[in-house]
């Protein structure tokens, strides 16, 4: 070989890598067998935590423009699809960590203290960059979040607050989609007329259906007034607004108009992207709250009710975190204020024209 030639431990840099397992018990004449598997698994998390972080850059990278070409949103979907396949990854490592015991974890868990997940600025930058507000956050103590962070990285997460975020860039531009109206064409509206057809014959359903009794009939009903008053919210701009000053919604009403139309029309050729970036930020969100829940899991597994060694009352801290912290709840939960597709109003010919790939001259 020539002495230029790369070699492969030189490129992965591995002698670096494969000495970076230094077991605190060790350190105290009695190293435990399991204390190297968690140091490797927790490292491992740290990379892939380090290529989400790039993945989320490079969407961002693309979002950040006042317009984005659709060979660039398909760039972007891939960045975001990568993320998803990464979590089934961390979700797998769990598993391979809860091959250690209660017991063997024991035998090395105090030299650990007060070292804990809380520490990781990587995984605060993720969820920073993702669009999550530190308002957002269920909070253990009146502390900030940034706490337990050393002073290089607190400054880093906390910088990450302000910087371009997923949320706000696709909020930006879910606002700018054209086919909210187009020329005499108004989605809204009709859509709106939709869903008015739909409750009104969920309600003859109810109040016709000869196998329910009163009390039924009494019970249903009342929950077609809840879905009535959830569309009514939808509908008016000042009642939606105050939903956003109270915190239950974030997404803005324009941006929430072009998501549904983007969901109900997704079979639209021009849609079809856009509806996978959207439906890779609702997986991104669903994956994160399923490690968040499965880790919580393995906390309890492991340590029952003690203390985390980072001094929080472990898994459920965890367990809490995981229903509350998330960034894109609205998408999530759209499917409130979907209809059937029987039910969606035709597009007029001009729209669906626009909507769909054509070649020139065809």
């Not at 606002?175 to 008015?196: C, K, L, N, S």
């Not at 829940?293 to 980072?310: C, D, E, N, Q």
């Not at 059937?340 to 909507?355: C, F, G, M």
């Given at each position: 070989?020539?002495?230029?030639?790369?070699?492969?431990?030189?490129?992965?840099?591995?002698?670096?890598?494969?000495?970076?397992?230094?077991?605190?018990?060790?350190?105290?004449?009695?190293?435990?067998?399991?204390?190297?598997?968690?140091?490797?698994?927790?490292?491992?998390?740290?990379?892939?935590?380090?290529?989400?972080?790039?993945?989320?850059?490079?969407?961002?990278?693309?979002?950040?423009?006042?317009?984005?070409?659709?060979?660039?949103?398909?760039?972007?979907?891939?960045?975001?699809?990568?993320?998803?396949?990464?979590?089934?990854?961390?979700?797998?490592?769990?598993?391979?960590?809860?091959?250690?015991?209660?017991?063997?974890?024991?035998?090395?868990?105090?030299?650990?203290?007060?070292?804990?997940?809380?520490?990781?600025?990587?995984?605060?930058?993720?969820?920073?960059?993702?669009?999550?507000?530190?308002?957002?956050?269920?909070?253990?103590?009146?502390?900030?979040?940034?706490?337990?962070?050393?002073?290089?990285?607190?400054?880093?997460?906390?910088?990450?607050?302000?910087?371009?975020?997923?949320?706000?860039?696709?909020?930006?531009?879910?606002?700018?989609?054209?086919?909210?109206?187009?020329?005499?064409?108004?989605?809204?509206?009709?859509?709106?007329?939709?869903?008015?057809?739909?409750?009104?014959?969920?309600?003859?359903?109810?109040?016709?259906?000869?196998?329910?009794?009163?009390?039924?009939?009494?019970?249903?009903?009342?929950?077609?007034?809840?879905?009535?008053?959830?569309?009514?919210?939808?509908?008016?701009?000042?009642?939606?607004?105050?939903?956003?000053?109270?915190?239950?919604?974030?997404?803005?009403?324009?941006?929430?108009?072009?998501?549904?139309?983007?969901?109900?029309?997704?079979?639209?050729?021009?849609?079809?992207?856009?509806?996978?970036?959207?439906?890779?930020?609702?997986?991104?969100?669903?994956?994160?709250?399923?490690?968040?829940?499965?880790?919580?899991?393995?906390?309890?597994?492991?340590?029952?009710?003690?203390?985390?060694?980072?001094?929080?009352?472990?898994?459920?801290?965890?367990?809490?975190?995981?229903?509350?912290?998330?960034?894109?709840?609205?998408?999530?939960?759209?499917?409130?204020?979907?209809?059937?597709?029987?039910?969606?109003?035709?597009?007029?010919?001009v729209v669906s024209y626009e909507l769909g790939f054509r070649w020139p001259g065809h």
């Amino acid at each position: 070989m020539s002495k230029d030639a790369l070699y492969y431990g030189d490129y992965l840099q591995l002698g670096r890598l494969l000495s970076a397992q230094d077991l605190e018990s060790g350190k105290e004449g009695k190293p435990a067998h399991d204390e190297m598997l968690f140091i490797i698994v927790h490292q491992a998390y740290e990379l892939w935590f380090k290529q989400i972080l790039w993945e989320i850059d490079g969407a961002i990278r693309i979002l950040d423009r006042t317009s984005v070409e659709e060979k660039a949103l398909g760039a972007a979907v891939a960045h975001l699809e990568r993320i998803v396949s990464i979590q089934r990854v961390l979700l797998q490592q769990i598993d391979v960590m809860e091959t250690m015991t209660p017991l063997d974890f024991l035998d090395f868990r105090d030299a650990l203290v007060p070292a804990s997940g809380f520490q990781s600025a990587q995984w605060r930058l993720i969820e920073n960059r993702l669009g999550m507000r530190p308002g957002d956050r269920h909070a253990f103590t009146q502390a900030p979040y940034t706490s337990r962070l050393n002073s290089p990285d607190a400054k880093k997460v906390t910088a990450a607050e302000t910087g371009s975020t997923m949320f706000a860039l696709v909020e930006t531009w879910l606002a700018r989609t054209p086919f909210i109206r187009f020329g005499t064409y108004d989605f809204w509206q009709a859509y709106h007329e939709a869903v008015g057809r739909m409750l009104a014959s969920d309600r003859s359903l109810i109040q016709d259906n000869p196998t329910l009794n009163d009390a039924e009939k009494a019970s249903q009903l009342k929950n077609l007034e809840k879905t009535e008053v959830h569309f009514a919210a939808l509908f008016d701009a000042g009642a939606y607004g105050k939903l956003i000053t109270s915190g239950e919604r974030r997404l803005s009403h324009e941006a929430l108009k072009a998501a549904l139309l983007i969901n109900l029309y997704r079979d639209e050729p021009i849609l079809h992207l856009p509806f996978r970036l959207l439906q890779s930020l609702v997986d991104i969100d669903e994956g994160f709250t399923t490690w968040r829940y499965r880790h919580a899991l393995m906390v309890s597994r492991m340590i029952g009710t003690k203390i985390g060694t980072g001094g929080s009352s472990g898994h459920e801290y965890l367990r809490r975190s995981a229903e509350h912290n998330r960034v894109f709840a609205d998408l999530v939960n759209m499917s409130t204020f979907f209809i059937p597709r029987s039910e969606l109003p035709l597009l007029p010919e001009v729209v669906s024209y626009e909507l769909g790939f054509r070649w020139p001259g065809h």
